[in-house]
T-cell receptor
Framework: GDSVTQMEGPVTLSEEAFLTINCTYT??????LFWYVQYPGEGLQLLLK?????DKGSNKGFEATYRKETTSFHLEKGSVQVSDSAVYFC???????????FGTGTLLAVQP | NAGVTQTPKFRVLKTGQSMTLLCAQD?????MYWYRQDPGMGLRLIHY???????AKGEVPDGYNVSRLKKQNFLLGLESAAPSQTSVYFC?????????????FGNGTRLTVT
């Protein structure tokens, strides 16, 4: 079945460092891909999405490109801030019901 | 501007007790979902609904029941709670969109079963 694999955390970075969180997927058909962010004590919020191959999703300085050839959707940010500390989830949705299949999440801790 | 509201926020149950988690959304979304979040496992889909009066099983439905009597509400029931159901439960909603519509999540209910 469909699945999402993302890099294990926690990831600890200093402020202004470059961030990459790897995400790969297995799916039949052509899924939409998402990154969600979860701040402490809160629910998940959509960070960005891409719905077809070569699409780039971007928001708040974060970017991810839908790579069909490598089945990947890696999250990147050029300069992280302390306020970016959160858990990041990669997810895919492949059907009409919008059901999401999530990766296990990656905890990012940014130190000042 | 409430979005998706879950009640209660916290609950402690003894094994064998029952309870109902309530999810309410004010965005007129057609689709609603219940997920559970466990450490190291991400979020897993319990049940979902694509419209008032309809429900369907997700990945981990055993031990749970759901009802969608009104479009804005989606109830998750535990008839006989077990320690394995200790988790954080998230409700979400979305519009129809062939897989491209994002989900809007509530802030979660933390359930502990002793």
């Amino acid at each position: 079945g469909d699945s999402v694999t993302q890099m294990e955390g926690p990831v600890t970075l200093s402020e202004e460092a470059f961030l990459t969180i790897n995400c790969t997927y297995t799916a039949t058909g052509y899924p939409s891909l998402f990154w969600y962010v979860q701040y402490p004590g809160e629910g998940l919020q959509l960070l960005l999405k891409a719905t077809k191959a070569d699409d780039k999703g971007s928001n708040k300085g974060f970017e991810a490109t839908y790579r069909k050839e490598t089945t990947s959707f890696h999250l990147e940010k050029g300069s992280v801030q302390v306020s970016d500390s959160a858990v990041y989830f990669c997810a895919l949705s492949g059907g009409a019901t919008n059901k999401l299949i999530f990766g296990t999440g990656t905890l990012l801790a940014v130190q000042p | 501007n409430a979005g998706v509201t879950q009640t209660p926020k916290f609950r402690v149950l003894k094994t064998g007790q029952s309870m109902t988690l309530l999810c309410a959304q004010d965005m007129n979304h057609e689709y609603m979902y219940w997920y559970r979040q466990d450490p190291g496992m991400g979020l897993r889909l319990i049940h979902y609904s694509v419209g008032e009066g309809t429900t369907a099983k997700g990945e981990v439905p055993d031990g749970y029941n759901v009802s969608r009597l009104k479009k804005q509400n989606f109830l998750l029931g535990l008839e006989s709670a077990a320690p394995s159901q200790t988790s954080v439960y998230f409700c979400a909603s979305s519009i129809p969109g062939q897989g491209s519509s994002p989900l809007h999540f509530g802030n979660g209910t933390r359930l502990t079963v002793t």
